[in-house]
């Protein structure tokens, strides 16, 4: 009995002596809870520098975005493959995730060696390698007629811009293949795929090791935002809000950082806590002066630190009675799992005497102990640093949440957290030390990080999925050039048939003569009154002109008219015309005075004189009754008489597109043609009186109205219209009519981006399938909002900020697609004018027998003046199908009041002389 107490006594003793030895030897790795705190502080402060723009490209720890932007919500399914390369072990698998709507997920894998000559060889052969072997699987596992996506597991730094790309910052760990580096991974890989003719395997994500973990770890616990590697190397990754992403574009909502910890201290940050043997570990490394934390922590690390502290023990003969081994002497002779055998609970004595004998050692009871000991002392160091950094992405992930306390999952994987039989408790106690607010829960992936992978493989697939949806949605208003001569050709053929007597009355494109019969010629003058009534703004004007100097000063307000007005009765609208006269007239100081009037009016007009115009028929937005098939010359008269306050003489009803041209054919007497592209879409042209068969004599020219808008409602171009148009169509006021200014002009635009929008948020690609009420609301998207959002300056926050003032709460994804959609309808727009326009143009130079023509455009209208590509697409297509015509684009500045005066004042000059004779 007494010799029991007496031996335990002895051991006992002798333990402690030991620890004490080994304690002080290692004096400098055991790291006091200050300093871990400390250490935690310095993570933060790398973290930060790593996410902010300015910092990050000299910061240690990189902060890799990830482009994963949501942990799995059950909804993923899917068969996929994936690799898993950059750990221990190389494997090749095929999952299968959700199974008949069950959260299921099945794998079959197959593992397959990484030699050093192909790890450490060229890079080429490395892809071709990887590539030679999902063959042999796909091949064993019957999957090669399979067209698959492919989710790409790669545990190495990568820079992203997108999910299916990753630049190679620089090899970590074992590998070391040339030529890699500054290359993206999933190129290389797809290039030597491609040696395979029978392989058809679409890469549609590269994720981390860390970043597969965390997914597969929150497949089970949607708490899951954390995930950490603590294998060969070790790195972390977690959730961070996209506010403090400076890399990425948009603030919306969460993303994955890939943080790189290994490479915490590689700017020295470190310093002051790493020991001689970390020095001489990096010297002796693949990387020297890289991932120095991860040095100092990981599975590929731990037991060379064991041996070189027990070599420099054995040298200074605390070990081994100073005797050393050529095996101790040997780099890479004691692994972790050594390591972890060592300190094994109950066996962990019994296998270090073991091990150390195998390393060709003859150690005592004590050097076991001590040797133990050094064991427990490298491995705990591990598990605090591991425990600081991480307590400093909770901490952080607290404080981003804004919460007092935090409840969360980390996932963990890796071949030292799970065959060291400490370490992980060690770990959850630390961290759970340095940060109490935090309830933290440790969760073991037990599939490794290719169930995770598989996850984000099956969000990227469902995402290419909707983008071919929407790119089908897109293709329809997309026009190809053939299309585009095609409406040309059949504008052209309109054009003719509304001159010809005989087609005249049925034709579609109406070619109104206007008794408009030359440019000004700078004679012109006098005091004029305009009316300028069918644009986004009522006006009137006082417009003087001066003779000689072609000068002209205007003055004017803008009116509005309350829909009501636009909507009600004849009577009602004409009298409201005139009260805004009155009122205009009293502003001016004018009261009482009888002015000569030019009236444009943006509608088509049946016109007999200059002075006569019935309308045919409204078009736009206003709708009063009583008034098709009168003369509104005759109808504003009668409402002036009706209020018998003043009179005015009224000389001319024009049209907006003719006032256009007369208000630029006074600055640029080339400019015989008027183009509006507003509200409505209309052009007017100068045309040989020869050509105009509805008017008799053939002298001159005279400018013809074509009320192009009206072109294809006799169905000619139904086969470029989509349904989308045909909708928009049928909410109109004129259903049926006017098919070509519903596809072209300002106040249809936005109404075809809204039915487009509404088809795909029915097909769940858009406002997470959400249709609101706002959607739902006719008009909403006036052209200034397209122009907004199609603006090349804009961010696309700022996008966003636009959507959501008109009430659609969107993502950035969904702000993406909406810009996307304005700007093929808008494309299409401008492409089609384009072709219009070619078509008179080209008319016009056959017309005159020229081999060139050179002739000015006079343009106005919101859509052209505010949206920042229409213009320019208008003129180009021009340019295309017209090639052999020079048009210069004149915008009119002051709108066509002016030339609706100028109109006037030549009509008045004829009245006059016809008086006189
Ligand atoms: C595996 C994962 O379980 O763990 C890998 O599937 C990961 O993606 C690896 O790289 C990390 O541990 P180790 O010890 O193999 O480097
Ligand atoms: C204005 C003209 O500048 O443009 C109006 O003065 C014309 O006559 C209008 O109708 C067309 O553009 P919008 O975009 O206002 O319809
Ligand atoms: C290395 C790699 C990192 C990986 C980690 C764990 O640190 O650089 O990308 O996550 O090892 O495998
Ligand atoms: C509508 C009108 C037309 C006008 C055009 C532009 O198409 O019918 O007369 O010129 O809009 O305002």
New binding site residues.
């Given amino acids: 009995m007494f010799a029991v107490h007496l031996m335990a006594f002895y051991f006992s003793k002798l333990k402690e002596d030991q620890i004490k030895k080994v304690d002080r030897f290692l004096y400098h790795m055991r790291l006091s809870d200050d300093t871990l705190l400390d250490i935690m502080r310095r993570f933060r402060a790398e973290m930060e520098k790593g996410l902010a723009k300015d910092t990050n490209p000299t910061a240690a720890v990189k902060m890799l975005p990830t482009f994963v932007r949501a942990i799995p919500d059950g909804s993923e399914n899917g068969e996929f493959l994936s690799l898993?390369?950059?750990?221990?072990?190389f494997?090749v698998l095929k999952v299968q995730v959700a199974e008949e709507g069950k959260r299921h997920v099945q794998m079959e894998s197959q593992f397959y060696p990484t030699p050093n000559e192909i790890i450490r060889g060229n890079g080429t052969e490395l892809f071709e390698y990887v590539a030679d072997c999902l063959a042999d699987f796909m091949k064993s596992k019957d999957l090669k007629h399979k067209k698959l996506p492919l989710g790409l597991?790669f545990?190495f730094p990568c820079r992203q811009t997108k999910l299916e790309e990753g630049v190679l910052l620089s090899w970590t760990?074992k590998f070391k293949a040339r030529g890699v580096q500054d290359t993206d991974v999933v190129s290389r890989l797809t290039k030597a795929m491609r040696r395979h003719k029978d392989m058809d395997v679409d890469i549609l994500a590269l994720v981390n090791?860390?970043v597969?973990?965390m997914m597969?770890c929150a497949y089970d616990d949607p708490y899951c935002e954390v995930g950490v590697?603590?294998?060969?190397?070790t790195n972390a990754c977690y959730m961070e809000d996209m506010s403090n992403i400076d890399l990425v574009e948009g603030d919306e909502g969460r993303m994955c950082i890939n943080t790189e910890w290994g490479a915490f201290g590689d700017d020295g940050a470190l310093e002051d806590i790493r020991t001689e043997f970390d020095r001489e570990l990096d010297l002796g490394s693949l990387n020297p002066g890289k991932q120095m934390f991860e040095k100092m922590i990981?599975?590929?690390y731990l037991g060379e630190l064991v041996r070189l502290i027990l070599l420099k023990m054995a040298k200074a003969g605390l070990l081994f009675g100073g005797e050393k081994s050529s095996a101790l002497h040997t780099k890479g002779k004691i692994e972790t799992r050594h390591v972890a055998a060592m300190e094994k609970y109950k066996e962990g004595l019994a296998n270090t005497r073991e091990i150390l004998v195998d390393l060709g050692l003859e150690p005592s009871e004590a050097d076991c102990i001590a040797v133990q000991h050094v064991c427990t002392i490298v491995s705990f160091r591990s598990a605090n640093l591991c425990a600081a950094a991480l307590a400093a992405i909770l901490t952080r992930l607290r404080e981003n949440k804004k919460v007092e306390r935090l409840r969360t999952t980390v996932g963990v994987?890796?071949?030292?957290?799970?065959i060291h039989p400490q370490y992980p408790k060690r770990l959850h106690k630390v961290v759970r030390k340095l940060v109490p607010s935090c309830d933290v829960r440790f969760l073991l992936?037990e599939?490794?990080?290719?169930k995770g992978?598989a996850m984000v493989t099956a969000v990227a697939s469902r995402v290419q999925a909707q983008r071919k949806q929407i790119d089908k949605v897109l293709a329809l208003f997309r026009l190809t050039r053939e299309q585009l001569v095609d409406v040309q050709a059949k504008m052209r053929a309109e054009l003719e048939y509304g001159l010809k007597k005989k087609s005249h009355g049925l034709a579609t494109v109406r070619m109104l003569p206007t008794y408009v019969c030359g440019l000004p010629d700078g004679t012109e003058k006098g005091k004029f009154l305009a009316l300028d009534l069918g644009g986004t703004n009522f006006r009137v004007l006082l417009v003087k002109i001066r003779s000689g100097r072609r000068s002209v000063r205007m003055y004017n307000k803008i009116f509005a008219i309350p829909l009501e007005i636009m909507q009600g009765t004849g009577e009602e609208l004409f009298d409201h015309i005139v009260q805004c006269i009155a009122d205009f007239l009293d502003y001016m100081g004018l009261k009482g005075a009888s002015l000569p009037l030019g009236f444009t009016f943006s509608f088509p007009c049946r016109q007999m004189s200059i002075d006569k115009g019935t309308l045919i028929g409204w078009t736009k937005g206003f709708k009063a009754t009583d008034c098709e098939g009168e003369d509104v010359v005759d109808m504003l008269r009668e409402a002036i008489k009706r209020r018998n306050e003043f009179d005015l003489d009224i000389v001319a009803v024009v049209n907006d597109t003719v006032g256009t041209m007369m208000t630029c054919g006074y600055e640029d007497p080339n400019c015989e043609i008027g183009l509006i592209a507003g509200t409505g879409s209309n052009m007017c042209y100068m045309e040989d009186m020869r050509n105009i068969e509805m008017v008799e004599g053939d002298e001159g020219k005279m400018c013809i109205n074509t009320e192009w808008g009206g072109f294809g409602d006799n169905g000619c171009i139904d086969d470029i219209r989509t349904r989308y148009d045909t909708e928009v169509d049928e909410g109109s006021l004129n259903p049926g009519k006017q098919r070509y200014e519903k596809m072209t002009s300002g106040m249809y635009l936005g109404e075809i981006v809204r039915q487009i929008l509404i088809d795909l948020t029915k097909q769940g690609l858009l406002f997470r399938g959400q249709i609101s009420e706002r959607l739902r609301t006719r008009g909403i998207f006036e052209t200034k909002f397209l122009s907004q959002i199609e603006s090349d300056r804009l961010a696309l926050l700022q996008v966003r900020t636009i959507l959501q003032q008109l009430g659609l709460d969107s993502t950035c994804e969904d702000s993406i697609v909406v810009k996307e959609v304005c700007g093929a309808v808008s494309r299409r727009a401008a492409q089609l004018c384009g072709a219009g326009l070619a078509a008179v143009v080209e008319k016009r130079r056959e017309d005159q027998g020229l081999e060139h023509l050179r002739i000015t455009v006079g343009v106005d209208g919101t859509l052209y003046k505010l949206h920042p590509h229409f213009s320019r697409i208008l003129q180009e297509t021009v340019k295309e199908l017209a090639p052999r015509c020079d048009v210069t684009f004149m915008l009119s500045e002051d709108g066509s009041g002016k030339g609706a005066a100028l109109i006037t004042a030549v009509a008045k000059r004829l009245q006059q002389a016809q008086k006189e004779n």
């Fill in positions: 898993d390369l950059g750990g221990s072990k494997r597991t545990s760990k090791d860390t597969g973990t597969t590697i603590i294998g060969t190397g990981s599975g590929l994987d890796g071949t030292l957290y799970k992936s599939s490794g990080s290719t992978a």
